[in-house]
């Protein structure tokens, strides 16, 4: 009688939730979300590269990752990545876990928003369980990070005249 696993995560099923934890940088948590994504989903795009970059806010969006269509790059917005170490640092490998793996995704060819923030959601759960902070992230953003969503930047027009009290 053979015993045979369907997945790494049969036997270790802490597996991520320590690589994630062992993590230094930016590109040892990158290589998790490449490492992730051919195990669970079977794509692969190599030949990446990661910047880091400030990033001007998009009409109080967030942005925390772009990768510019039709190149072989990932820029991490520094400013929201700041916020994240400064304000939550328990959560900061976890962000950048979410934040690289939803880029990631664009790059393998996924396009829709909908699609990808599912597959982010599915992807916690297999990998970190239903109580990591990567999977309460990918389930509600906003409530973890509320600080995270930028306003509106507002510019004062040109002449007016302030009444400084």
């Known amino acids: 009688m053979s015993m045979r696993a369907t ?29 992730s994504v051919k195990e669970q989903m079977g794509f692969v795009r190599s030949g990446l590269q990661l910047g880091l970059f400030e990033l001007e806010d998009s009409q109080g969006r967030f942005i925390g990752c772009l990768h510019p269509f039709g190149t072989n790059m990932i820029v991490v917005n520094r400013l929201p990545l700041e916020r994240v170490r400064e304000s939550s640092p328990q959560l900061c490998k976890s962000y950048l876990f979410h934040v690289l793996l939803h880029e990631y995704l664009h790059t393998v060819g996924i396009w829709d928003e909908v699609v990808i923030r599912d597959g982010i959601l599915s992807l916690a759960k297999q990998l ?11 389930e509600d953003f906003e409530r973890l990070l509320p ?18 009290l």
């Not at 970190?128 to 990567?134: I, N, W, Y």
């Not at 969503?149 to 009444?163: A, C, E, Q, R, Y």
Request: glycine fraction near 4%.
């Open 7 to 35: 997945s790494y995560n049969e036997f270790f099923p802490d597996r991520y939730q320590l690589k994630l934890e062992a993590a230094k940088d930016i590109p040892s948590i990158f290589e998790i979300v490449m490492q």
């Open 128 to 138: 970190f369980g239903d109580d990591d902070p990567s999977t309460r992230l990918a």
């Open 147 to 164: 600080f995270i969503v930028f306003p509106p930047k507002m510019h004062l027009p040109d002449g007016i005249d302030i009444k400084l």
